[in-house]
């Protein structure tokens, strides 16, 4: 496949749920208690290798897209290794303190309107263990196209997993084994 040939796509679109990862990281490291508001809503200590799930996605093919949607105001401490990878960052405000599902929707959103204008994506790679995501995954197969997921092993919801042509454990990624 030639990545220029529009009917044999072979980019990679990646879209991360940024707070998401980070807090199955928050919760395996601090046992449950990044949800509770005062440690949410705090400047956040960096976890997430970047690295290593930039790499697991370029394994699938370029990257063409690389997004990752949060609140930033708390991800400070991650803009070195954000800026050297050239990630776009989608800023989201939440409405109120309990908001959810901000960044599914304007994932899930951005992602099909992402696939519906460039015809050389074939792989969508979503960084998270939301099962939200699983109406997203059945759209982008219908599409013709290969989805990929990657979450905490604790926090993953296993029909999200089941819902991708292929799934991966952040813990897997930067294990030594690995």
């Known amino acids: 496949?030639?990545?220029?040939?529009?009917?044999?796509?072979?980019?990679?679109?990646?879209?991360?749920?940024?707070?998401?990862?980070?807090?199955?990281?928050?919760?395996?490291?601090?046992?449950?208690?990044?949800?509770k508001q005062d440690n949410r809503f705090k400047v956040q200590d960096p976890l997430?290798?970047?690295?290593?799930?930039?790499?697991?996605?370029?394994?699938?093919?370029?990257?063409?897209?690389?997004?990752?949607?949060?609140?930033?105001?708390y991800f400070g401490r991650y803009r070195d290794v954000l800026l050297h990878n050239a990630m776009e960052l989608i800023q989201l405000f939440p409405p109120g303190v309990s908001?959810?599902?901000?960044?599914?929707?304007r994932l899930c959103l951005d992602a099909m309107e992402d696939l519906g204008r460039f015809s050389h994506i074939g792989t969508v790679v979503i960084v998270s263990g939301d099962s939200d995501y699983m109406p997203i995954a059945q759209k982008i197969k219908a599409s013709g196209r290969r989805v990929i997921g990657l979450g905490g092993r604790k926090t993953t919801n296993p029909h999200w997993a089941a819902s991708c042509h292929g799934f991966h454990f952040y813990e897997d990624l930067i294990s030594p084994c690995a």
């Open 1 to 35: 496949m030639h990545p220029s040939d529009p009917e044999n796509p072979t980019s990679v679109a990646l879209y991360w749920d940024f707070e998401n990862l980070h807090a199955a990281l928050c919760e395996a490291r601090l046992e449950g208690s990044y949800s």
């Open 99 to 105: 908001a959810k599902n901000g960044a599914d929707i």
């Open 48 to 73: 997430v290798n970047i690295q290593a799930v930039i790499s697991m996605s370029a394994s699938y093919g370029p990257l063409a897209i690389n997004r990752a949607y949060c609140n930033w105001q």
